[in-house]
């Protein structure tokens, strides 16, 4: 008689976790929309807006072209920095995991500038090279290096000993061990380096924005901020917020399950 009495509660049990993981979501943000418009209706708009309110603020500057735009510019420079950050951190990170007299060397500059604070290598990059494109997007790319590195160098010293002497007992090429070999075994670190990349690049790339450029989705948030336009700032940071999940959903989890096909999947 217990066990028919709980097969009631396993059955909706089994029909959660038979909804689709999309469903889930849908659900959850509409959940999140209806507490942020009550929350709205609540309080002084002046202050926090409904969403149709954001929606028409949106859409003003989407019509205009002006949202876009900034959008772009902004995008491009968290798309450099990215490129920049990776490359150089990678291969920095590397380095150091694979040199023990190395890392033992750098790792006191490493600790430094992991401690420096993103707002002061923004300040020293805009006082040294000037109010320019490669002051903003070289301060965005020195921020990311040290985690980089970081992660990196963690992989880089769990790469698999064995595998190395095989591929030196069978004669593989430098190019062929660096493929079939090592980037494998580093692929994990790098899809998480470049994950956590991405979301704090463009964090930075709206300070740098706000401090140093006359254009980017900083720099109208500063200026909406002036004129006190809630409603204006919150389009902006939603419409940033959009394209990023975009670029998580569309781009660097596909690029992440096919670069681990080889690997086996658990049950």
Do not use: C
Not at 23 to 42: D, M, P
Not at 44 to 57: F, H, I, N, Q
Not at 62 to 80: I, K, N, P, Y
Not at 124 to 138: K, T
């Amino acid at each position: 008689m217990a066990l028919e009495a709980e097969a009631p509660a396993s059955d909706r049990t089994g029909f959660v976790t038979a909804l689709k993981p999309g469903v889930v979501t849908a659900v959850s943000l509409l959940g999140l929309l209806a507490i942020w418009w009550v929350a709205a209706e609540i309080a002084d708009s002046r202050v926090l807006p409904t969403p149709p309110e954001v929606a028409s603020a949106f859409w003003q500057d989407a019509a205009t072209g002006e949202l876009f735009f900034h959008l772009a510019m902004t995008l491009m420079r968290v798309a450099s920095a990215f490129i920049l950050a990776m490359v150089l951190g990678s291969a920095i990170g590397i380095a150091l995991g694979m040199s023990r007299q190395a890392d033992r060397f750098f790792d006191p500059w490493l600790i430094l500038f992991l401690n420096i604070p993103a707002l002061v290598v923004i300040v020293l990059a805009y006082i040294w090279f000037g109010l320019n494109e490669v002051a903003a997007v070289g301060a965005i790319a020195v921020n990311k290096i040290p985690n980089v590195v970081v992660t990196m160098r963690e992989g880089a010293r769990a790469l698999d000993r064995d595998l190395g002497e095989m591929a030196r007992v069978y004669r593989f090429s430098s190019f062929k061990t660096l493929r079939h070999v090592v980037l494998p075994q580093l692929q994990p670190y790098f899809a998480a380096a470049s994950r956590s990349g991405i979301s704090l690049i463009w964090k930075i790339a709206l300070v740098v924005e706000l401090l140093g450029r006359s254009n980017g989705v900083g720099f109208q948030i500063n200026l909406y901020f002036q004129l006190f336009d809630v409603a204006a700032i919150l389009a902006y940071t939603l419409a940033f917020v959009a394209v990023m999940l975009i670029i998580e959903f569309a781009l660097v989890q596909p690029f992440e399950a096919y670069s681990t096909r080889w690997r086996p999947r658990r049950a």
